[in-house]
């Protein structure tokens, strides 16, 4: 059986090289993911790195021209498209922000204060072992009482039109806004006041003018 090398991308920090038959369906391939992972119940999908659209379950991974080397996105599929945010974490560029209004956050115990200078800015913890991927964090939450339990790029603030939208990154780690779970990779627009949870860590989210 002809077989093609993937990488499928799990999230934004996690990523696995795959080994798979030619004419095995998509669909396949997300359900032996789904099952390995041990994702939560719910319809998933597979995206072309560089693209929007999911590729067709139905049909074989030949038939979705899928070539050794192809890297996968893999998503739920009511929030398929790779949103603006992960986008612009792959590129690493720095973005400015055209709003008015600074935004910060503040830390809710201890008030210890993250600006918003730039997007994607990343809400987490440093790499180590890495530090080029550290460009983008602007909420350095490393130190912080409960830290452990926040992913090194756990969720990401991106502006657009004068608006702020927060985005979860890790599927495993869950973002909260107001104690309202956020959806991977769908946006949500926040307002002054709103209650961020990262693992165990409370950020309040705030604009000064």
Same mark, same amino acid.
């Given at each position: 059986?002809?077989?093609?090398?993937?990488?499928?991308?799990?999230?934004?920090?996690?990523?696995?090289?795959?080994?798979?038959?030619?004419?095995?369906?998509?669909?396949?391939?997300?359900?032996?993911?789904?099952?390995?992972?041990?994702?939560?119940?719910?319809?998933?999908?597979?995206?072309?790195?560089?693209?929007?659209?999911?590729?067709?379950?139905?049909?074989?991974? &030949?038939?979705?021209?899928?070539?050794?080397? $192809? !890297?996968? +996105? %893999?998503? =739920?599929?009511?929030?398929? #498209? *790779?949103s603006?945010?992960?986008?612009?974490?792959?590129?690493? &560029?720095?973005?400015?922000?055209?709003?008015? $209004? !600074?935004? +910060? %956050?503040? =830390?809710?115990?201890?008030? #210890? *204060?993250f600006?918003?200078?730039?997007?994607?800015?990343?809400?987490?913890?440093?790499?180590?072992?890495?530090?080029?991927?550290?460009?983008?964090?602007?909420?350095?939450?490393?130190?912080?009482?409960?830290?452990?339990?926040?992913?090194?790029?756990?969720?990401?603030?991106?502006?657009?039109?004068?608006?702020?939208?927060?985005?979860?990154?890790?599927?495993?780690?869950?973002?909260?806004?107001?104690d309202?779970?956020?959806?991977?990779?769908?946006?949500?627009?926040?307002q002054?006041g709103?209650?961020?949870?990262?693992?165990?860590?409370?950020?309040?989210?705030?604009?000064?003018?």
């Open positions: 059986m002809e077989r093609v090398i993937l990488t499928i991308h799990l999230n934004e920090t996690e990523k696995r090289r795959v080994n798979a038959g030619r004419n095995v369906t998509a669909q396949a391939l997300i359900d032996e993911i789904h099952s390995k992972f041990k994702y939560p119940r719910g319809v998933y999908a597979l995206i072309r790195l560089g693209t929007d659209e999911p590729i067709a379950c139905s049909r074989t991974l &030949a038939q979705n021209g899928l070539i050794s080397g $192809d !890297e996968l +996105y %893999f998503r =739920e599929s009511d929030s398929a #498209q *790779v603006r945010s992960v986008a612009s974490i792959e590129r690493g &560029a720095l973005e400015p922000i055209s709003a008015s $209004d !600074e935004a +910060y %956050f503040h =830390e809710e115990r201890k008030g #210890q *204060v600006e918003i200078r730039w997007q994607p800015a990343i809400i987490g913890r440093p790499y180590q072992m890495n530090p080029s991927k550290n460009k983008l964090l602007a909420v350095d939450l490393s130190g912080i009482k409960g830290s452990e339990y926040v992913s090194r790029h756990h969720a990401c603030i991106t502006e657009k039109g004068g608006q702020y939208i927060i985005e979860s990154l890790n599927p495993r780690n869950p973002t909260c806004v107001n309202q779970r956020l959806k991977i990779n769908h946006g949500q627009i926040l002054p709103d209650r961020v949870r990262v693992g165990r860590i409370v950020l309040v989210f705030n604009l000064r003018g």
